[in-house]
């Protein structure tokens, strides 16, 4: 069973670039959440899919920032003219939703890191 | 809206100490708790959660946790914590009604001296 894998671990950028993540979830989970982690903070939610069907979106989530899950599997974020306030960790969490009301359990991937110079 | 507060940034215990870690969280219904690890530069590992029955929950590497409503508590323990215990410590809760996400408290470090 593997578990979420996220690529690439760490990124560098300069202001103004786009970078984009990717993150695999565990197979057959159907939801897939993306949360940014700042130093010293918990994780605070971005956006969150079931299947392929985008469903929140924080509103932390400017519009220089876009996810996709197509199909239904991976998924990637991809940041638009990136700014130094967007350096973070940027975490990918999966879970399996049996239509068990809120009983899930998310998991999570090792995190990319981002850095804007 | 649900919050969660871990009122010890920082907690320095001996190795072979037992640790205790503090989670409050505001919520309005029966919450769903999590506690998760984090080790530097590593994604989130879970430790354990509550969804409903026994208030005492066992989890990986030893933790227990206690879900009290009556002091809207979820704290995390061990009886003797090792060197490789040393990490960040996050309570969350979630979700709700058409809420998914989980919401973080802010994390409590641990580190172990021999």
């Known amino acids: 069973d593997t578990g979420v894998s996220q690529n690439p671990r760490h990124k560098i950028t300069k202001r103004g670039q786009n970078v984009t993540f990717r993150c695999d979830p565990i197979?057959?989970?159907?939801?897939l959440y993306w949360y940014r982690q700042t130093l010293g903070q918990g994780p605070e939610f971005l956006t969150y899919?079931?299947?392929?069907?985008?469903?929140?979106k924080s509103r932390l989530l400017s519009d220089r920032f876009s996810a996709e899950r197509p199909k239904g599997s991976f998924s990637t974020l991809e940041i638009q003219r990136t700014e130094q306030g967007d350096s973070a960790m940027y975490l990918c969490?999966?879970?399996?939703?049996?239509?068990?009301?809120?009983?899930?359990?998310?998991?999570f991937g090792p995190g990319t890191r981002l850095l804007v110079l | 809206a649900q919050s969660v507060t871990q009122p010890d940034i920082h907690i320095t215990v001996s190795e072979g100490a037992s640790l205790e870690l503090r989670c409050n969280y505001s919520?309005?219904?029966?919450?769903?708790l999590f506690w998760y690890v984090q080790s530097p530069g590593q994604g989130l590992q879970l430790l354990l959660k509550?969804?409903?029955?026994?208030?005492l929950v066992q989890g990986i590497k030893g933790f227990e946790a206690e879900f009290k409503r009556s002091q809207s508590s979820f704290n995390l323990r061990k009886p003797s914590v090792h060197w490789s215990d040393a990490a960040e410590y996050f309570c969350?809760?979630?979700?709700?009604?058409?809420?998914?996400?989980?919401?973080f408290g802010a994390g409590t470090t641990v580190t172990v001296r021999a």
């Open positions: 969490a999966s879970s399996l939703n049996r239509g068990q009301g809120f009983r899930e359990t998310q998991y």
């Open positions: 197979s057959e989970h159907n939801r």
């Open positions: 899919f079931q299947n392929e069907a985008q469903l929140e």
């Open positions: 919520y309005g219904a029966t919450p769903y």
């Open positions: 509550y969804f409903s029955g026994d208030t």
């Open positions: 969350a809760v979630g979700p709700r009604s058409n809420d998914y996400k989980l919401s």
